[in-house]
C-alpha cells in the first residue's frame, strides 16, 4: 500500500464549479497536511496547511481532515480558469511523502 | 535571489553520460531538498541538507546520484552513467529551517533531464 494515493484526474469543471480533491494515507503518525499547487512546467507552491484534525478556510479554499479515516480534502469554491494546475497532498511536516497528484481543469 | 534557482532547465543527455544539476537556494535558508518527479507523478523525495551536512539521504535511488552542499548554500546533484529510468523533472526545494509549520519549503522550477 502506498503512503499517500491521490486521484490522477484530469478533473474537468465549468468556471464557478466546486471542486473537491481528496487524499488517502495510510500512517496515523502524521500531524500536518498540506497541499500544494503546481502549475504546469513549474514548481509546487505551498497552497495551505492543517494540523490535526478539522477544517481550515483560506479565501476559496478550504483544507478537511479526518484523521480517523486518514482522509484529507482540498476544497475550492467558485473555481476560476486560474485554478487549472495539477494538486499534490503531502501529509507530514517536512515535505517527504506528495501524493501523485490530481490535475484540474477549470472551463471557462 | 528572490526564488530557489535550478539551472540548467532542460538537460538532454546520452545513456552513460554524466550529469550535474545545480541548486542555488534563497539566500539564508538552511534547509535543502532534492526530488524526483517523473511524469504524471508527485515529487519523490530524494535527499536532505541542513546547512553543509547531508542529514538524509534515504531517497538516493542507487550509489549513482550523490548530492553535495560544501559551503551550505549551493547543491548540486549529480548522476552518473545516467540511464534511461533518470529522466524525470529533479525539483530542488529550500526553507528557512527544516520543513514545518511556518517555515514553507520553497521549489524551484526544475531541471528537466531527459536520457536518451
Known amino acids: ?108 | 535571489g528572490a526564488g530557489v534557482s535550478q539551472s540548467p532547465r532542460y538537460k538532454v543527455a546520452k545513456r552513460g553520460q554524466d550529469v550535474a544539476l545545480r541548486c542555488d537556494p534563497i539566500s539564508g535558508h538552511v534547509s535543502l531538498f532534492w526530488y524526483q518527479q517523473a511524469l504524471g507523478q508527485g515529487p519523490e523525495f530524494l535527499t536532505y541538507f541542513q546547512n553543509e551536512a547531508q542529514l538524509d539521504k534515504s531517497g538516493l535511488p542507487s550509489d549513482r546520484f550523490f548530492a553535495e552542499r560544501p559551503e551550505g548554500s549551493v547543491s548540486t546533484l549529480k548522476i552518473q552513467r545516467t540511464q534511461q529510468e533518470d529522466s524525470a523533472v529533479y525539483l530542488c526545494a529550500s526553507s528557512l529551517v527544516s520543513g514545518s509549520s511556518g517555515n514553507t519549503i520553497y521549489f524551484g522550477e526544475g531541471s528537466w533531464l531527459t536520457v536518451v
Open chain 1, 1 to 108: 500500500q502506498k503512503e499517500v494515493e491521490q486521484d490522477p484526474g484530469p478533473l474537468s469543471v465549468p468556471e464557478g464549479a466546486i471542486v473537491s480533491l481528496n487524499c488517502t494515507y495510510s500512517n496515523s503518525a502524521f500531524q500536518y497536511f498540506m497541499w500544494y499547487r503546481q502549475y504546469s512546467r513549474k514548481g509546487p507552491e505551498l497552497l495551505m496547511y492543517t494540523y490535526s484534525s478539522g477544517n481550515k478556510e483560506d479565501g476559496r479554499f478550504t483544507a478537511q481532515v479526518d484523521k480517523s479515516s486518514k482522509y484529507i480534502s482540498l476544497f475550492i469554491r467558485d473555481s476560476q480558469p486560474s485554478d487549472s494546475a495539477t494538486y499534490l497532498c503531502a501529509p507530514g511536516r517536512r515535505a517527504l511523502t506528495f501524493g501523485s497528484g490530481t490535475r484540474l481543469q477549470v472551463q471557462p
